[in-house]
């Protein structure tokens, strides 16, 4: 099926929409790198297994979603709808969750969270500190939908906010809009997305690129790797979003080939994207045209710089060279570029369906929006992160993260992988933004 027009995508998001049962009951488990390293796939052959011994595989659903953050005490799953969360889930475990609250209707109580301070068990997943200090926006979907399928995200609203674009909006008015939304670059220095779409878009020259780049090389970092792996449309959707924006005909995801979970969940992803007419030729019946492809880097940290990123694409040795020119007036091939991370492509469908004002209102004077982060090292919660721009890195370390275990002190954080900085603990309080970090 190909979608030729924006009432055919809102005809099929209605139609998706309506076969989602909020009462049905579904178990949703990690299906993130993290968690399958810990097992989380003989966890879900246990589910099938037992589903299908009980009788209960029409009636109950099963998805592997993606990372649910909480890594610390994965393999995580959780009951829906009641957002029963498990942690450290095995396989000799299903039998009993299928037992007691699939069927029963109650939960498992030493599956559940118990808070060090009060030694009270917590049922729901929204209530256990990690997730209750946390404002989820890009990862909202993260431990909800399946990656695997495009229905399941046009039937959460996905691809509404290309619909709007392509069916209202010249690329100037979405430019604006990302401008005023003030989202900064997610990957780097900070600089307003906006500003450098508006460069490219105004740069002479013929075809021009946009590039995302997921050569994710810090040590410790997996934010890009989980929402690729997590949501990958979310990503396609931006950078369509952005390609029209800046009058790009062609664009790259230029991804390191040790993530071959995010790789295999992206690829699919541009199929299925082709196959349902968001991607090719005259997309959703307008004069847009738009094809994306995969470029596997392999392994060299120094890629992960915009021009050495692009010498690779080229098909050269990914070394550095001197800007200027910046790759938005001569980038690959000598022709105008836009280059954004992960995460920043995945923020655009966000402004673009909800609002600037809206997105604008969630972060600080100077930064719209939420951001991600890993949390790790020695931390009692590591996993991913993600809150406010603005945010305190106390409140990160210890109220999401839940402070430093064995109780011992804070002595310092690391931000930014090797070319960030360490913050002591006399700057706890200071607000984790572009603005105030430099």
């Known amino acids: 099926m190909s979608l030729r027009s924006c009432e055919d995508l809102a005809r099929l998001r209605?139609?998706?929409?309506?076969?989602?049962?909020?009462?049905?009951?579904?178990?949703?488990?990690?299906?993130?790198?993290?968690?399958r390293a810990k097992g989380s796939e003989a966890v879900y052959r246990a589910f099938e297994q037992e589903f299908e011994r009980q009788g209960l595989a029409a009636r109950v659903g099963l998805v592997h979603t993606g990372?649910?953050?909480?890594?610390?005490?994965?393999?995580?799953?959780?009951?829906?709808?009641?957002?029963?969360?498990?942690?450290?889930?095995t396989a000799e475990d299903v039998p009993e969750i299928v037992a007691k609250t699939l069927v029963g209707g109650e939960p498992v109580e030493r599956l559940l969270y118990t808070d060090p301070e009060t030694g009270k068990r917590i049922v729901q997943e929204h209530q256990v500190p990690f997730y209750a200090h946390q404002q989820r926006v890009v990862l909202d979907q993260n431990g909800v939908l399946d990656p695997a399928s495009i229905e399941d995200y046009v039937s959460l609203g996905g691809y509404n906010a290309l619909a709007r674009v392509l069916e209202r909006m010249t690329p100037?008015?979405?430019?604006?809009?990302?401008?005023?939304?003030?989202?900064?670059?997610?990957?780097?220095?900070g600089f307003l997305t906006g500003t450098k779409w508006q460069l490219c878009r105004q740069s002479p020259g013929s075809p021009k690129y946009i590039i995302c780049n997921a050569d994710e090389g810090d040590p410790g970092a997996y934010m890009d790797r989980s929402l690729m792996e997590g949501n990958p449309h979310r990503v396609l959707e931006?950078?369509?979003?952005?390609?029209?924006?800046?009058?790009?005909?062609?664009?790259?995801?230029?991804?390191?080939?040790?993530?071959?979970?995010?790789?295999?969940?992206?690829?699919?992803?541009?199929?299925?994207?082709?196959e349902l007419g968001l991607l090719g030729p005259r997309i959703l019946g307008s004069d847009f045209s738009l094809n994306i492809e995969i470029r596997l880097g392999s392994g060299a940290f120094v890629c992960g710089e915009e021009t050495a990123l692009m010498a690779s694409i080229e098909g050269h040795a990914g070394e550095p060279r001197p800007r200027p020119p910046f790759p938005t007036t001569r980038g690959l091939w000598g022709c105008p570029t836009r280059i954004n991370n992960v995460e920043t492509w995945a923020n655009v469908p966000l402004v673009l369906d909800r609002g600037a004002a809206w997105f604008s209102g969630l972060g600080s004077a100077e930064s719209g929006g939420t951001k991600v982060f890993s949390l790790v090292g020695k931390v009692r919660n590591t996993g991913?992160?993600?809150?406010?721009?603005?945010?305190?890195l106390g409140h990160i370390v210890m109220d999401i993260g839940?402070?430093?275990?064995?109780?011992?002190?804070?002595?310092?954080?690391?931000?930014?992988?090797?070319?960030?900085?360490?913050?002591?603990?006399?700057?706890?309080?200071?607000?984790?933004?572009?603005?105030?970090?430099?």
Request: glycine content about 16%; aromatic content about 6%; charged content about 15%.
């Open 14 to 35: 209605e139609r998706l929409a309506a076969q989602r049962d909020p009462q049905r009951p579904i178990v949703t488990l990690c299906g993130g790198t993290g968690c």
């Open 67 to 89: 990372c649910h953050g909480f890594c610390e005490r994965g393999p995580l799953v959780v009951v829906q709808p009641q957002q029963i969360l498990y942690l450290g889930v």
């Open 172 to 189: 100037e008015q979405v430019i604006e809009q990302v401008l005023a939304a003030r989202l900064r670059g997610r990957g780097g220095a």
């Open 238 to 274: 931006g950078m369509i979003i952005g390609a029209y924006a800046t009058g790009a005909l062609y664009g790259f995801v230029y991804i390191r080939n040790e993530y071959p979970l995010a790789v295999q969940h992206l690829r699919r992803a541009i199929r299925q994207a082709t």
């Open 384 to 392: 991913l992160v993600e809150v406010p721009m603005g945010a305190t």
């Open 402 to 438: 839940g402070g430093i275990p064995k109780g011992k002190r804070f002595k310092a954080a690391q931000l930014g992988g090797p070319a960030g900085g360490c913050v002591p603990p006399e700057h706890l309080n200071v607000p984790v933004d572009y603005g105030t970090l430099k």
